[in-house]
């Protein structure tokens, strides 16, 4: 059973940054799509971004664009969502999410191609 786990979350001030990493024990994270996604109270799940497996093509919603930015560290099995810039409405859980799927840019923020899902890290952005 594959399992994410994210790390990272935290409060921080508007305009502040966090830096989220994903890991999962016992795969090799860079041949997986991996993706973000967040979740504040009463509100859906909102596709946050996304890295392909081959190329490492990303994607971002336009509420996090210029402002977030997803990568991998193969060395480190790992895969980070640097957020800088961040806005009280950023709030929420963020899960990452690992996906066998080929994803473009018309499906990578469909939850349904996401196979296995972390627990989730909260992110506070409050003054």
């Known amino acids: 059973q594959v399992q994410p786990v994210e790390s990272g979350g935290g409060l921080v001030q508007p305009g502040g940054s966090l830096r989220l990493s994903c890991a999962a024990a016992?795969?090799?994270?860079?041949?997986?799509?991996i993706g973000w996604f967040r979740q504040a109270p009463g509100k859906e799940r909102e596709a946050v971004s996304s890295i392909s497996a081959v190329d490492s093509r990303t994607y971002y919603s336009d509420s996090v664009k210029g402002r977030f930015t997803i990568s991998r560290d193969n060395a480190k099995n790992a895969v980070y969502l640097q957020m800088n810039g961040l806005k009280p409405e950023d709030t929420a859980v963020y899960y990452c999410?690992?996906?066998?799927?080929?994803?473009?840019?018309?499906?990578?923020?469909?939850?349904?191609?996401?196979?296995?899902w972390g627990q989730g890290t909260q992110v506070t952005v409050s003054s």
């Open positions: 999410a690992t996906s066998t799927a080929s994803i473009g840019g018309s499906s990578w923020s469909r939850g349904i191609l996401y196979d296995y």
């Open positions: 016992g795969i090799t994270l860079e041949y997986y799509v």
